[in-house]
Each structure stands twice: as structure tokens, then as C-alpha cells.
């Protein structure tokens, strides 16, 4: 019978074997992720403000880190692992703080929709409230995986995965602006657009990359899978949410644009 020193040292092999490749796994919604936000972010590059490119930016390197992090972890490179993790976990703070202090952009939005409608063609107010009142919970629940993936650290699977789901957890926004641009540009920028379809597409698509992701690495029925799950399937009430009278006086009360 092994001794607890090789036991763990049997189920250490097990997971480098298992998360091996998963560095260029993770190109994928890297790509998806930058894909998405290419036109919106690089097409005004020199009119965003300050706030949005640290968010990018911040958000970005956020992505890049959950690629060389698991190579590091499976490549005999642990101690810049833990370096790096170190470090990853002041650039998760940064990814919340900077997506939360945005916010007024929509609630300007708002504002501007209703001033000058016919800029804004079929997004009407309640789709930007609805943007604040699903990003709020994404936010959370991004900084809770991160917490967990602390927590876990000493539990390889525990801490890989709950990382992982971070990925998911925040990429509608980025892809959906990609998503709705290419409707723009397949119809124009007209009424006639649905501004919630390309949520919904954007949304289909996060959920099969989460369940594929989750299937490969054997991980469908881990807490973070149903988080991340649960995170985009609230973002289909982006309607009922964002016309209600009761969120959007608490977001006016609480944001200010």
C-alpha cells in the first residue's frame, strides 16, 4: 500500500497528465474573447476613456494568465506558478474593480437613448439598464470563483477548475458587442434590428463552450460548471430585468452617470 507521500505524489501525475494540454485549450476563448471585442475596443481606440482601456487591458492579461498558468502548473515550472499566481490575484481585483467603476457608461447611455433616440436606433433604455443589472451578479460571481480557487489552492482540481469557470463567467460582454456589431453590419443600423438576439446567440454559444470545456476535463457536475452555467442563463432576462421600474430606480439611486 503507498504511503501518503506517494499517493499524492500518483495523484499530482494524474493531474498534469489530465490538464497537460489545457494551455492551448484556452487559446480558444481567448481568441472568441478578443474576437468579439476587436471592433468595439480597436475601432475607437482614441476616443475611449482611460477606464476602458485599463479594463481591457486588465481583462486581456486576465486571459493570457489562464493560459501560461496551467502550462507552468504541468511543465515542471511551479514556482513561477506560484508567483504568478500571486500576481494574478491583484489583476483579479483589478478586473472587478475596473468593469464595476463602467458602469456609469450605461446609466449615460440611458440617459442618451431617451435624449436622443434615433442615435440609438433599437436600444432602447431598458437594454442598458438591464447591461448594469446582469453585469453586477457576473462581476460577483467572477470575484466568488476567484475567492474559491484561493481557498482551494492545495486541492489541484478544486483550484484549476474554479480558475477555468472564470473565463466563462465574464465573456458575454465582450462577445456579445461582437455579436451585435456583425448584426449591424449584416443589416444596418436599423429598428429592425433585435438588440436581444445577439445576447441570446452570444449566450448559446458561452454555454456550449462551458459544457464542452466541462465534458473534456470531466468536471460537468463541479459547483464552478453550474456558477458559470447559472451566470449565463440569467443573462436572458436582460429584458424583464431592465424594464422594471424597481432596478432601474435603484440603479439611478446607486450609479451616477
Not at 135 to 160: D, T, W
Request: net charge positive.
Amino acid at each position: 500500500m503507498p504511503d501518503h507521500a506517494s499517493a499524492k505524489s500518483l495523484l499530482n501525475l494524474s493531474f498534469m497528465e489530465k490538464y497537460k494540454k489545457l494551455h492551448l485549450f484556452m487559446i480558444i476563448p481567448m481568441v472568441v474573447m478578443q474576437l468579439g471585442i476587436a471592433y468595439d475596443y480597436w475601432g475607437d481606440f482614441s476616443d475611449n476613456a482611460w477606464s476602458i482601456h485599463i479594463h481591457y487591458w486588465s481583462g486581456t492579461i486576465w486571459y493570457l494568465y489562464l493560459i501560461i498558468q496551467p502550462y507552468y502548473a504541468t511543465h515542471g515550472q511551479l514556482e513561477k506558478h506560484r508567483t504568478n499566481g500571486i500576481i494574478g490575484m491583484f489583476l483579479a481585483g483589478g478586473v472587478c474593480l475596473t468593469a464595476l467603476s463602467m458602469m456609469y457608461r450605461d446609466i449615460q447611455s440611458v440617459q442618451n437613448a431617451i435624449a436622443f433616440p434615433e442615435r440609438f436606433g433599437p436600444f432602447k433604455p431598458y437594454f442598458f439598464y438591464g447591461v448594469i443589472a446582469l453585469e453586477i451578479p457576473m462581476i460577483l460571481a467572477f470575484g466568488y470563483a476567484v475567492i474559491q480557487s484561493i481557498l482551494k489552492r492545495k486541492q489541484l482540481e478544486n483550484h484549476a477548475w474554479w480558475l477555468i469557470s472564470t473565463v466563462f463567467i465574464i465573456m458575454m460582454p465582450a462577445l456579445g458587442r461582437g455579436v451585435q456589431f456583425l448584426q449591424i453590419a449584416m443589416n444596418g443600423f436599423t429598428l429592425d434590428i433585435d438588440a436581444l438576439l445577439g445576447l441570446y446567440i452570444a449566450n448559446s454559444i458561452i454555454i456550449g463552450l462551458i459544457l464542452i470545456t466541462a465534458f473534456k476535463y470531466k468536471n460537468l457536475k463541479h459547483p464552478a460548471t453550474y456558477l458559470a452555467i447559472g451566470v449565463n442563463i440569467f443573462n436572458y432576462f436582460l429584458e424583464p430585468i431592465g424594464k422594471s421600474e424597481g432596478v432601474q430606480q435603484f440603479l439611478e439611486t446607486m450609479i451616477k452617470g
